[in-house]
């Protein structure tokens, strides 16, 4: 059972009033199991929650029941605040404004320059620091999107340079590894699709409206998979590049080989993304084995001088 979720729920019912059980359970990809065991958990809380039967029923929180500050610790303010401020930066709009104030409204005048102090030890900045400038106006647009159930469409660059006109369906703004996804139904290939914003040019909100069907959440998690297709190759590194290789690997993969150089175990998957990761460190990093992958960035390499003699 997350408290984060338990905080939410408790702010939704103080923002609706009322919310059906299935409502909430959606709301937080939950079953309606885990729904009811955590309103009985905010109940013995102290915060006393009401069922209301029948059609436009649901669960309420008691009336003339006043929210007590005390109800969360200092950890729970500060984490929520912590997370929300990072969000601000990127999603601007009222209703994130008004949630940072409402949790604000929670803290105790004696806790303020303590909480404050907190949070500001926790800083996340969502923005690039470079590239698309797209990216923070078609959040905006997607944002509308998603809460008026509306379509979108826009141009988009997949592999190989591959241009296409999309109509999609949007139902979930994604953030993985600092970059930002839509997760949407495409009415070109039937299909759900994740896009990255950062692909997408002429992005248009349209007037026209949809139904929204039953959501297939994107697999976002490759972890077991890459171990399945993964190789450990063995480069040479100079020390100066040691930073950018921490990237993609760590520190018990270093050994020292000399006072300038370091031999890394590099986990490789033989496309061209992981070919163009070892390619972008210039002279400064070596594929001493497998030998088929050394003979491989030579070929890429003299193809790429090919291009400069010409």
């Not at 953030?175 to 290939?189: A, E, I, M, N, T």
Request: glycine share 4%; with cysteine; hydrophobic share 40%.
């Amino acid at each position: 059972m997350k408290i984060d979720r338990l905080m939410s729920i408790v702010l939704v019912l103080l923002d609706k009033k009322r919310i059906s059980a299935r409502e909430l359970a959606d709301m937080f990809e939950v079953s309606l199991r885990t729904v009811y065991r955590d309103i009985d958990a905010i109940d013995l809380a102290g915060i006393p929650i009401r069922s209301i039967p029948g059609i436009n029923g649901g669960f309420e929180i008691m009336p003339k029941y006043k929210l007590d500050n005390k109800v969360f610790t200092t950890s729970d303010l500060t984490a929520i605040l912590t997370g929300l401020s990072g969000l601000s930066d990127m999603l601007r709009g009222d209703e994130l404004l008004n949630a940072i104030a409402k949790i604000k409204s929670f803290v105790p005048a004696e806790k303020t320059k303590e909480i404050e102090l907190k949070v500001n030890q926790i800083h996340i900045d969502l923005s690039e620091w470079m590239g698309n400038s797209n990216i923070q106006p078609y959040l905006e647009t997607i944002k509308k999107a998603l809460q008026e159930n509306k379509l979108l469409t826009f141009d988009y660059i997949a592999h190989h340079g591959k241009k296409s006109i999309r109509i999609i369906e949007p139902y979930q703004l994604v953030l993985k590894s600092s970059h930002w996804y839509l997760h949407g139904y495409c009415r070109q290939r039937n299909d759900f699709r994740l896009f990255r914003l950062s692909r997408m040019s002429s992005l248009q909100l349209q007037e026209e409206s949809f139904l929204p069907r039953n959501h297939q959440k994107p697999q976002l998690e490759f972890s077991d998979a890459l171990a399945e297709i993964q190789t450990l190759i063995t480069i040479r590194i100079h020390r100066s590049i040691m930073d950018r290789v921490l990237d993609y690997c760590t520190f018990e993969s270093f050994s020292a080989d000399g006072d300038e150089h370091y031999l890394v175990q590099f986990p490789f998957v033989e496309n061209a993304y992981h070919y163009d990761i070892l390619l972008g460190f210039g002279n400064k990093c070596e594929c001493l084995k497998p030998l088929r992958i050394r003979n491989e960035l030579i070929r890429r390499i003299q193809e790429t001088a090919a291009v400069y003699e010409d």
